[in-house]
């Protein structure tokens, strides 16, 4: 049984970025997500996790891990269809990481921008998309309010005629 958690954790960790990289709250993070969904099925990868990117222009490293990205045999098919948590960890200096941003979602995407900068979305459902229906979906942009020293979810700006 350790032993494959174990083989679990590794697998999880190995693609992008490998364990002995990532801050200590980030990997046991990682662990624990691997615990929680016990072995992966033969032949299964996690590619993409965990993703290390400056997500708030401040040159340090930010950790993103997507549940949704890891093949859970044990999460009941009615896990699956209320989403999976994405989870933000701030990167502070020394190396270190602190839980930023967390959001029960549909899948999340970086996107680089022309001047180089990254951006997550997230997808979300229900309430988060102003909608009651909670099969509903949207994406949306995940930003860093300066003001408030923390990570929020915001709408896509919508270009008008008038504002392009």
Known sequence: MARCMLAAAAALIAAPVAAQEM?????????QLAEQCGPLPPGATTLNLVDRVDLNGDKLDDWVIDASRYPCPGRPALAVSAGALVTVFKGIDSGMAIPAFQRTGFGSRLQRAPDGSSSLWI????????????????ERRVIWRTAEGRFDAVAAEVKTAASR
Do not use: F, N
């Not at 997808?123 to 949207?138: A, M, V």
């Open 123 to 138: 997808s979300l459902g229900g309430s988060d998309c102003g909608d009651t229906k909670p099969e509903t979906r949207c």
């Open 23 to 31: 801050p200590p709250l980030v990997s046991a993070y990682a662990r």
